[in-house]
T-cell receptor, first 114, second 114 residues
Framework: GENVEQHPSTLSVQEGDSAVIKCTYS??????FPWYKQELGKGPQLIID?????GEKKDQRIAVTLNKTAKHFSLHITETQPEDSAVYFC?????????????FGKGTHLIIQP | EAGVTQSPTHLIKTRGQQATLRCSPI?????VYWYQQALGLGLQFLLW???????NRGNFPPRFSGRQFPNYSSELNVNALELEDSALYLC?????????????FGPGTRLTVT
């Protein structure tokens, strides 16, 4: 089955700086890669996703890049703000492969220092 | 538009008992997924229901079961509770079947087994 590794486990950045979270996956058939943000006491919130037919996707301060050859994808947050503090999860799945649901990384605790 | 709702918010049970958790998907969504988020283990796929049928399950024992009702709401049952079943149980729904499509999560049910 799919295995997703996520780094770092904790990331502390100054407010206004950029943050980058990286994930690698093992199954070359995976073709859908969502990112979720989870705040304390809440369920994960889908913030951006990318499918394998594109290499990059951007939504305001958030961007995701995908390198299918290297089997890794990254989340980039620019101009970080205090409300960006949360745990971020990457995930991977395969079209038609609802069999295993989404496979998640272990999460990154992002801390925005004022 | 109302999001995914789950009940109860918290549930405390004794080892050996049974727990029942409930989920209502976003209106119009027919697929429901259950995930377990245990401390240190991240989010793990449990079960997937679509159009009233169990489509697949993750690597969990048979004492984890559930069903989906005609209105697409779902129920997760955990029999013969063990201490390690203590976790946050998350429900997600999607408009299209299969984990290739966007999944939206509810706030979760915190199950504590003593």
């Amino acid at each position: 089955g799919e295995n997703v590794e996520q780094h770092p486990s904790t990331l502390s950045v100054q407010e206004g700086d950029s943050a980058v979270i990286k994930c690698t996956y093992s199954d070359s058939a995976s073709n859908y890669f969502p990112w979720y943000k989870q705040e304390l006491g809440k369920g994960p919130q889908l913030i951006i996703d990318i499918r394998s037919n594109v290499g990059e996707k951007k939504d305001q301060r958030i961007a995701v890049t995908l390198n299918k050859t290297a089997k890794h994808f990254s989340l980039h947050i620019t101009e970080t703000q205090p409300e960006d503090s949360a745990v971020y999860f990457c995930a991977a799945s395969t079209e038609g492969g609802g069999a295993d649901g989404l496979t998640f990384g272990k999460g990154t605790h992002l801390i925005i220092q004022p | 538009e109302a999001g995914v709702t789950q009940s109860p918010t918290h549930l405390i049970k004794t080892r050996g008992q049974q727990a029942t958790l409930r989920c209502s998907p976003i209106s119009g969504h027919t697929s429901v997924y259950w995930y377990q988020q245990a401390l240190g283990l991240g989010l793990q796929f449990l079960l997937w229901y679509d159009e009233g049928e169990e489509r697949n399950r993750g690597n969990f024992p048979p004492r984890f079961s559930g069903r989906q009702f005609p209105n697409y709401s779902s129920e997760l049952n955990v029999n013969a509770l063990e201490l390690e079943d203590s976790a946050l149980y998350l429900c997600a729904s999607s408009l299209e079947p299969g984990s290739f499509y966007e999944q939206y999560f509810g706030p979760g049910t915190r199950l504590t087994v003593t």
